[in-house]
């Protein structure tokens, strides 16, 4: 199987590049983000095929970076997979929250 492309977001750093490594060493190409305007910027520019999304962002949350992905006219043709996760800062949500 061909790797995807892969958006991180991620604000901690060591996280977000011990991430990006393991998915290279996997065969994906990887771009990463380490707030949520910069990555509405790689999404809108290079459609990626799946998007990590951290949900406690500073600025925009995650919840609101994905919704913001998903709407955007280039992106909204497929859904994008995300995983998200709760970091211990941000807005609490339901689990049941989607995140797209």
């Given at each position: ?75 909204s043709s497929r859904s994008p997979a995300?995983?998200s996760r709760r970091t211990g800062s ?11």
């Amino acid at each position: 199987m061909q790797g995807r492309f892969i958006l991180i977001v991620e604000d901690n750093a060591d996280a977000r590049d011990a991430l990006r490594m393991l998915l290279e060493l996997d065969g994906h190409r990887v771009e990463t983000a380490g707030e949520g305007l910069e990555a509405l910027e790689i999404a809108r520019g290079k459609d990626p095929d799946i998007a990590l999304i951290d949900i406690g962002l500073p600025g925009i949350d995650g919840y609101e970076v994905a919704r913001r992905i998903r709407a955007c006219g280039r992106c909204s043709s497929r859904s994008p997979a995300t995983v998200s996760r709760r970091t211990g800062s941000g807005p609490r949500r339901p689990a049941s929250t989607p995140c797209w």
